[in-house]
Structures are given as C-alpha cells and as structure tokens.
C-alpha cells in the first residue's frame, strides 16, 4: 500500500508534515526547550580530548599508588581543568565537553586503538565523529604514548589462551574480532550500572567524604597496616572533594554569566543556578530542582570516572524525586509543566553527551549514537504495593511530548498494574518511537530473590541498558559479559569443527562429516557438542576477563554510592565483594535463527528426505545461486516463533543446554554467568562474517535478534510470539537472565480507542506469561522504505533498534534492512 494511503502512527504524521523536522507540542515551538535544542540539532558529533588528557596527566603523576586512589586524583583534576559552560536558557549546569554534541576518550581502556581511531573518526560508516587537528596531536602525541602497552585491551587479548584466542580475535591481528564468541569487556569499562541515587541526594557529598575522613582517621590512630583501607577512604573522601568542586565551578561561572547578562529573567535564572550548584551535591537537596540537579552531576560526573555500557541509568526517578516534587507541588513552588520543562533540560544534557567507541568492534555493536540512560517508573515498592503515582504518569506524558530519543523510559509492570498506568503505557507506545520498554516484576523479582536478594531490595529493582535490572546496593558484578555466535555454531556443525571463511582451520573441535550422519539425533547431537563448546569458551574467556580488570580499573564515585563498597571497603570493580551477587551473564546471538536452521534440516534431510546434508552444503557455499527451490523448502520449514511445537522444541533444547552449561561451567571456573537474550547490535556484525544457513537466510544478512524471531519468519501474529517465548523457557533452571523481545505492529493495528486497548491486552498477556522484556515498533514499512530512499525528509524518525530507540537515519545500510525485514504484525 502506498505511503499516502496507510494509517500512521503520530510519530509518522509529525515527519510526514514537517520533512524530518523535529515537531514540539503545539505552542512549545519557541520555548526555552526548543531554544536550547536549536543550539545543537545541526551539529556534528565531535570528541573532546579534555578527560583523557587530563586523566592522563593525573596518571603520570601518580605512578606506584594504589589504583582507587590514582583514579580519584585523576577525577579531582578533571573537576579542576576541565573548561566549564553554561548552555544559553538552560536551567540546569554541567556538561563534559565542547559545546554541542561531544563524545569522551577512555585510553586506560581501548587507547591502543588511538592511531587508527583518529584516521577514520569523520568517515566510518557507524557513527562518524568530528576531530579537531589540534586534538589530534593531544590523541597521537600525548595520550597514546602514555597509554601504549598499559591498555586493558592489549592486556586481554595478550593473557588469552591460544584456543580461546581464535575463537576471540584473528591469531594474527589481535586488533581484529572474529566475532565467534566475541568479548566485550575491552569496549567499555564497565557494564551499564545504576547509582544510588537517593544516597547523593539525601546525604550529600560532604558527609560522604568526611566519613571517609573520619575512618581514614581511626585507621591511622589505631596504628593499624590498613593499606588498602586507607587508599578507598582516601579515595572516597579525594572524589567527593572532586565532584564538590566541579559544582562549585559551576556556581561561579553562573555569577560570572549574571554579571553581564543584560535580560533580568535570565539573570534572576543564572543567580539561581549559582546558589544551587553551590548547595548540590555537596549539601543534601531539598526542593525538585535542587535534586535534579544533585542527580545530574552525579550521574555526569559518572562519565569521567568510567565508560560504562549505555552510560550510567538513571533509576527509578519517579520514586526518589517524587518526595521532592510532592512538596514542592503542595507548596505551590512548582506545577507539572514547570516539572516537565525541568526534566526536559535535563534530557536535553543527556543528548548533548554522545557515546564514544573507539574500537572497530564496539562501535558495530552499539549503533546510531546509542546510549541509554534508563528512567524507570512504576513497578511495586519493596513492600510490594503498586508504586505508581504522579510523577509516573507525569513521566510518560512527558515521553509522548519530548520529540528526542533521550531519556529511553523503561516501564515496570506487575500483575496488579493500575488500568490507568497501562492506558498511559498504551498511548506512549502508540506515538510509535518505541517507547517505553516493559520489564516485568512477576519474572525478574522472583528470579533475584532465587539469586539471593532480599524480597525488599528485590522489589526496588532498576532498569538498567537494554533489559537489565540492578539492585543498587545488592549488585556488585561490573565486567562486560562474552556474546556468542550461535550462526557460526550452525556453520562449526555443518563443516566439523571449521567455519567456512577461516578455511581449514579448525577452531573448536572434531564432531564428525555430518555426510555420514544416519540420523537427526546424530546432527542435533554435533550441534550441541559445538554449542557447549563455545559457551565453556565463553566462561573461560570471562574468567581471564574478571581476574585483569580490577588491576585497570577502578570506580570510587560508584563506590561511594554502593553500601556494600562501603561497608567491604572495597572499590566495585574488585573481583570479590562480600554480600554481593555477583552474577553476569552471557548471550546467545541468533537464537531464532539457529533453531529455524536446525528445524529445516531435521524436517528437509533427515525426516523428508527432500535433499542431502552434501546438497545443502553446496547450495549454502554458493549462497543459494542456482539452489532457489532448496532455499524455498527451506523457508517453509516450521520456524520458531509460531507457537509451532516442532520448531519451539528445538529453541527450548538450545535454552536448555545452554542454561545446565551454565551451571556445570559456573562450577568449573568460578564465574557466575546467566544465559542472556540481548544482542544490542551485535546481530548485525555477527551475521556480516556468517556464511548463508539453513534456515534460508542469505550470506552476511543480519542474525536474529534477542529472543525475536528470525526476520519476517513469525508469521502467525505477535501472540503466537509471546507464546513462543513462553515454551522455550526453562523455568526450573536458576541461570538465566534477560530476553529481549521485538514486537513490530503497523500502526493501523493501535489506531484509536480500541487500539490502545488491545495494546493493555496484549501487555496483560505478556505480563501473565512472566516474560521478561517487551517493546514495540509502531511503523509502516512503506514509511521505512521512504525513509532510506529520502532520509533528508526523515531525520527525526525514531525506531526501537535493541533496548534503546534511535534515529532510523543514522543507522547503517544493514541494521536499516534488519529493521525494514522483522515482520509487520497487523492484528493484534
């Protein structure tokens, strides 16, 4: 159907009518909000060079100390030198680089990369970035000399064991991924994380540092060794001097801009913004915008500690700034437009800060500029009644107002959800620009109470990244977690232990010429035989991964915000911190992908007999050149996410394996890793290097993603999905995580009142079948296809990519294709 002829969603009928053009609600056209925007919407991305150099400085200064207290001082002369502004109109302070759009270095971690970085920062396909040739210099003449040899990546790739090795990165350029079973540890310092935030608000940085003072005295009077004690509460008491002192710097640049500032309304706003930046976050907040802006400094500053993945989240915001709010509202000092307008300053902050990967590989997992600072709202309490109110409802209207892809809101649902909550949900993801995501109480909390949590803490749980969910105080495993490739353990089963573009070496191990297979038990038996390999690989590359990192990198805001780093004396990213869980998890990238691929060869070769294993190897070589009738026999085998048994059987035998691995390896190497469904971008560039597969799919086209079906293979409705998921599930084993989970509607499916109530059914559905993860695409894909042919008329066209929505245009040529080709459901 032609564009012109289709139901759109809101999102399409705002793009449609203003050319791509980002549309603010009627009569916010020229506000404060659309003032500040202005500033920045055409502006390209650029690095700024300022945190690593003076990072970098501090380090040189400070050769031989312990690692925690290095990594404070290094804060506090940031804090101290880092250029300070004040974006015109805004109402909050604080950013962490050049005016506009900037992106941070971190060479503790990936600045071996430095060199090559900057040769092809402007013209790389996935998120290009601006350089200035004098930050170039700083890059290749200061920072990348210090950092050569002492990076945790060089560390890494030079500690792994040969036969993980191969499996990792190429043998002979260990610059290079193979992405069979991919690390991401070297991509980000940390895994994305959520702070206490209520800690910083109610307590203030100043009784943070001076307990640590106070401590650090009685360690010293009681003339006990406390070496290591000593340096955390050091390190404590050196970066809350450090954050205290980057607000403060703020106060006086906002008196400094009052002097000269000729506008009196604007002055009045500047001499504010200098008394609160002098209160917060040193001293505890005491109205709503004392605490947004204590909130955004801490979680500001959290990008100059550390890269974390997706950046810092933002919490449960509407249960810790709602006593805030409540009061301020009650006292008539402020009204839901005056909370929005404050909010939307600072989403406007988060947006400004762009995610930076220097590495070839973490830049093709983490597409479109993407991070995702999640805000999560509704849920239960840790008493375990329903938790929504204003601020929550307040939270989603805002969503649907704010044009921008920032702040990415994640909504906690339980079975008790009030009616009026979900309707909210309902007409936000009827905007259709992927928001929010649902997490669901009834599967995560029991799950973490059988890890270990309290029921309270359990309940109080965070969105945080794609699907996660912190306990801010429970919680202390940091380390990025391995991915595997669950197409090249397809290609591993086919070819003996080979994969076909790394010729004839053998990369895992022997399971036999599937050509003298008899039977499919034979096959499926091969397959797995690959599959635990490459998750006992998985392990044992974490391993290496969890012992390094604590000698690279160390976390002394986030451990100032974590009881347990506090009470343990213990930097978060130590290997070890008593009372902690710490369980990671690892994914499975192409699950719906590989059970199609084994589901059409046991109904193909071994029960039909349609063709041999040798004649499908060879139409799979030739990319199905002169094979089209084998690839269609192919096609229509049962495919996973049908709620078709045959098909959902085998998806359930990968899941099971894959979770008893996780135990028995658990057991063997001492890392506690679930097993996970959430690729991010990953699907793509593990599809790029994957040969053409049995289930049809062409050579180096996207893998499935998360627990979605493969492309355009659910063909049944978006039910059948849930249901899908539902059956492949091992309830009974502990070691399993996060499933994430695409649903794509076209819009006339939700058009009006009766849209949206199917929309609270389907959400009803899925929250009764205790599924972990739901989000939507609302689009046409006429609207799509539009856009990539005329993306100058589409530049504010927002999709839901993994667990984050970004710009359709800013995303490569492949994940715009995966997108374009998940099926369009229209009913529902």
């Not at 936000?428 to 599967?443: M, Q, R, S, V």
């Not at 609270?760 to 006429?782: G, M, P, T």
Request: overall charge negative; proline content about 4%; hydrophobic content about 40%.
């Amino acid at each position: 159907m032609p564009l012109s002829e289709s139901i759109l969603s809101p999102q399409e009928q705002k793009v449609k009518e203003n050319h791509g053009q980002v549309v603010w609600r009627k009569g916010a056209e020229n506000s404060r909000i659309a003032r500040i925007y202005n500033q920045f919407k055409l502006a390209p991305s650029v690095v700024d060079v300022q945190r690593a150099r003076y990072f970098t400085e501090s380090f040189r200064e400070t050769e031989g100390q312990p690692l925690i207290l290095r990594w404070a001082k290094a804060l506090y002369k940031v804090a101290e030198k880092l250029d300070v502004y004040i974006d015109d109109g805004q109402l909050l302070a604080g950013r962490g680089g050049k005016p506009g759009k900037y992106g941070l270095i971190y060479p503790e971690l990936d600045g071996c990369f430095l060199k090559s970085f900057v040769k092809q920062a402007r013209t790389r396909d996935e998120s290009p970035f601006e350089i200035e040739e004098a930050d170039i210099a700083v890059l290749e003449d200061e920072i990348y000399p210090y950092w050569k040899g002492k990076t945790y990546y060089e560390d890494l790739a030079a500690s792994l064991p040969d036969d993980i090795l191969k499996l990792t990165f190429e043998p002979e350029d260990a610059f290079t991924s193979r992405f069979i079973v991919n690390e991401t540890s070297s991509m980000r310092s940390a895994l994305q994380w959520v702070h206490d935030y209520k800690k910083g608000l109610t307590l203030g940085f100043q009784a943070i540092g001076d307990d640590a003072r106070r401590k650090l005295d009685q360690l010293e009077d009681r003339g006990q060794d406390g070496s290591d004690a000593a340096a955390f509460q050091e390190a404590i008491a050196t970066v809350s001097d450090a954050i205290i002192l980057f607000a403060r710097r703020h106060s006086e640049k906002a008196w400094e801009l009052a002097k000269t500032e000729k506008d009196p309304a604007r002055r009045r706003e500047l001499s504010e913004i200098a008394e609160i930046c002098a209160k917060v976050p040193r001293y505890p907040a005491e109205s709503f915008r004392e605490a947004v802006q204590s909130q955004w400094f801490m979680q500001l500053f959290s990008r100059f500690e550390q890269k974390t993945g997706s950046t810092i989240s933002n919490g449960r915001m509407d249960q810790y700034l709602y006593p805030y709010y409540k009061k301020d509202a009650e006292a008539g000092k402020i009204d839901r437009d005056g909370a929005k307008e404050l909010l939307q300053c600072l989403w406007l902050a988060m947006a400004q800060y762009v995610d930076l990967y220097v590495s070839p590989a973490g830049v093709k997992f983490n597409e479109g500029y993407a991070h995702w600072e999640a805000v999560t709202i509704g849920g239960v309490d840790p008493q375990g009644r329903d938790a929504v109110n204003e601020l929550t409802i307040l939270f989603l209207e805002d969503k649907r107002e704010f044009p921008l892809n920032y702040p990415d809101l994640a909504a906690r649902v339980h079975k008790d959800s009030p009616e009026e909550y979900l309707e909210e949900i309902a007409k936000t993801i009827a905007e259709g620009t992927g928001f929010p995501k649902l997490i669901n109480d009834e599967e995560v909390i029991p799950n973490m109470i059988a890890k270990g949590a309290d029921p309270a803490e359990a309940r109080d749980y965070a969105v945080s990244g794609c699907t996660e969910a912190r306990m801010p105080n429970r919680d202390t495993y940091t380390s990025p977690c391995p991915y595997v490739n669950l197409g090249a353990a397809v290609e591993l089963t086919l070819n003996n232990g080979r994969i076909p573009r790394c010729g004839d070496e053998l990369l895992t191990m022997e399971t036999g010429d599937p050509g003298d297979f008899k039977t499919w038990e034979e096959f499926e038996e091969a397959f797995f035989t690959q599959e635990k390999y490459l998750i006992e690989a998985a392990f044992r590359q974490q391993a290496i991964v969890n012992r390094i990192r604590e000698r690279h990198f160390a976390a002394p805001l986030g451990s100032s915000l974590h009881a347990l780093c506090i009470a343990e004396q213990k930097d978060l990213h130590s290997a070890r911190i008593p009372g902690g869980i710490d369980i990671g998890y690892f994914d499975l990238i192409g699950y719906g992908t590989a059970a199609d691929s084994l589901a059409a060869i046991k109904k193909n070769v071994y029960e039909e007999k349609y063709f041999s294993i040798e004649e499908l190897k060879a139409a799979l070589a030739a990319d199905f050149e002169g094979a089209e009738p084998l690839r269609q026999r192919l096609l229509r085998a049962p495919k996973y996410g049908n709620d078709d048994a045959y098909a959902d059987s085998i998806a359930l035998k990968i899941d099971g394996v894959a979770s008893r691995e996780a135990k028995k390896n658990q057991e063997a190497t001492g890392v506690w890793q679930d097993l996970r469904y959430v690729p991010v971008t990953s699907h793509i560039p593990f599809g790029k290097v994957t040969g053409a597969l049995p289930n049809g799919r062409r050579a180096h086209a996207a893998l499935s993603d998360g627990s979605s079906a493969a492309q355009g293979a659910d063909r049944k409705g978006p039910t059948c999905v849930l249901l899908s998921n539902y059956h492949t599930k091992h309830e009974a084993i502990a070691n399993h995580a996060s499933r994430l989970l695409n649903i794509k509607l076209s819009p006339a499916t939700v058009a009006g009142d009766e849209g949206l109530d199917k929309i609270v059914a389907f959400i009803r559905s899925w929250c009764a079948l205790k599924l972990w993860h739901l989000q939507f695409n609302i689009i046409n894909r006429e609207t799509l296809l539009a856009a990539k042919a005329h993306p100058e008329d589409y530049r504010s066209l927002l999709v839901r990519v993994a667990g984050y929505s970004a710009y359709f245009v800013e995303l490569t040529d492949e994940l715009q294709n995966d997108i374009i080709a998940r099926t369009e459901h229209g009913s529902l």
